[in-house]
């Protein structure tokens, strides 16, 4: 039987069974929804935007559950959601009279639904949002925030676990972007082409930090880190569909994202211990995601640009490519760290180098490249410095020094898991 | 067993809880539908929420009410059959009309003739 027909009679039968609805649907309608509707009224409505389509999805709870699903539930979402943030507008236009002199064009006659769901408009209001939201006058942090807010659907208890901040700091980075778009009428209308490929880097970035905030976070539940991934992902495939986004950044920066998402589950034993990688079982690595990240990646080797993106995307295949971890092509791995700490110099790209080098060339080769280095302060106090010099001494065979930096490592030592991941390293790994 | 009828009236604090956020309503959602899957047997009418406002009828006349700055208010009503109060409750204890703070569900059995 028909699906759709068979949901029909089951609803006749007082709608006892709640027809499932997508994953995330009301985080990302929410996300659509503030998209579309903010692009026809204009960015600086976007609180009476955000309210309109909280109450929109409240009234869909209410009356989904009791009468079943409408045909159309994204076109039933964006009546409900217009006609209140009309009605609401409507209301300030009484009281202020703006909206009949400033807004006539902008905001046409409620319309109804589905024509208006043409998936490519969607995806491109989806898009532009992000590019508003990427707006440089905005610091990094509430760019974030905002985007995760607006375009992911997160409330701002959700943002400050994702974030291990709290939720005082949350309202306050969101207030920062939401007086900016407040305030500036150049994001009133469309943005300009120029506008477009100026934030173009500046979207990229933040498509990074989302994911990485997902896959490096220490976050104990592994759904939650997943969920950013995923959303980064999800945002990143739209961005790389659209003109204004097909550049080889963008591409690599998708390679990256698909490479790192495809070994996570294994980065974890079955308690949630971390777990070295070459104690991953690689066996758990999804070698159909695999795939689709060298594909970008592929990709994105067309053309001159070389990115960090494409650095970092190239070490993560290098991984990925290698049948164990004894067997993996370390002179390409400490290739591309070199070529990160030329685009991105990092003292921790310096440090990344020298543990490749010395699986590649030996330990006292690894120590060589750190040798007169002096790490900036924040790295020389963290575990990470400590732990790599205490096992690039060890395996040259000096005790001593390597007993001073564990020591170090073990002090500093952020979590549990990372101690006991450090303890079983550091004591037992194998030597030289 | 024979079955009873039951009016449960759903009662709510209005401004306690907040807004749910959209994963929280998927959240709800997805309960929602749980419980009503488990309970199927047991639901007889869903009812539904009530709007605010209304008028109070009585042989002098109507006036409006009740008020929204009441400290309760009756905020939806449904009908399910079960074979005792223990079962009806249990019904009500694991519905949606209990999870926001402040709520609360009266359950009344129907007396039949």
Known sequence: MDARVKRRDQRDQHSLTTPKLAEHFFRHEYGRLVATLSRRVGVQYIEAVEDAVQSALMTALENWTIAGLPDNPSAWLFRVAHNHLMGELRQRTARRRILEQNAKEDIGPPENGPEIFLAGEVRDDLLRMLFVCCDEAIPVESQLVLALKTLCGFGIREIALRLFTSEANVYKRLGRALGRLRKHPTLHGDLTGDQYASRLPAVTKILYLLFTEGYLSSHAEMAIRRELCDEAIRLAAILAEHPVGQAPETFALLALMHLHAARIAARRDGSGGLLLLEEQNRELWDRQRIQVGLEWLAKSAQGDSFSRYHAEAGIAAEHCLAPSFQETRWDRVAECYSMLERIAPSAIHKLNRAVAVAEWQGPAAGLGVLEGFEPPTWLAGSYLWAAVLADLHRRCGKTQTAKRYRDVAFESAPTPAVKALLQRRLRTGSPG | ?113
């Not at chain 2, 639901?43 to 109070?56: A, N, P, R, S």
């Not at chain 2, 079962?87 to 009500?92: C, G, H, I, R």
């Open chain 2, 1 to 113: 067993m024979p079955k009873q009828n039951y009016l449960c009236i759903q009662r709510s604090q209005p401004g306690k809880g907040g807004k749910p956020s959209p994963a929280q309503m998927e959240e709800m959602y997805a309960k929602f539908s749980a419980w009503k899957e488990k309970f199927r047997e047991n639901i007889v009418d869903m009812g539904g929420k009530l709007k605010g406002g209304g008028k109070i009828v009585t042989s002098e006349g109507a006036t409006d009410g009740p008020f929204v700055e009441a400290k309760e208010v009756i905020g939806g009503y449904m009908i399910v059959s079960a074979e005792s109060m223990e079962q009806a409750t249990e019904v009500a204890r694991q519905s949606p009309g209990v999870w926001m703070p402040g709520s609360s569900v009266e359950i009344r059995e129907i007396s039949t003739p």
